[in-house]
């Protein structure tokens, strides 16, 4: 019989063994020829790194809606708290998105290309959505100590 269990906890061991290994290397292996000398220099497994986190990225989304929705149609009763947080989530997304800002920045010697409006946009949602998130969460937290006080 297949023990699931046990398969997951060894790759999730795997996967942490390959992070461990790439950071070493990342931390303690060789720098890009171009780089070599300057105050920037950028380890030569930089890309390779970066499509794990790519690959850990995705897996972890995948996986967390995919037993959401697993999750929801076990319990159906359930499904109507989720429901209420995505809808929340979206809320915040929105009100972020709103007041995020798309003018392009005055930086001197960048000659990159993610100086564009819709970068900025997208980056500045992120931020604005990390700081009202943890005000909710900030605010919970104290809405919980006050609650508990009067009980």
Known sequence: MFNSSRFIQIL???MMAITIVMAVIFYGGAITEESIGSNLEEPVI????????YILLGLTAGLTLAFSLAGMILNPKGAKKTL????????????????????????????GSDNVPATLKMVDTAL????????????AIIYSEISKAFK
Do not use: K, M, Q, R
């Open 46 to 53: 930089t890309e390779t790194f970066i499509y794990w986190a």
């Open 12 to 14: 999730l061991w795997v």
């Open 128 to 139: 604005f959505t990390t700081y009202l998130l943890a005000a909710l969460a900030i605010l």
């Open 84 to 111: 209420i947080a995505v809808a929340v989530g979206a809320v915040v997304i929105l009100i972020a998105w709103y007041l995020s800002d798309d003018t392009v920045l005055n930086l001197p010697h960048y000659t």
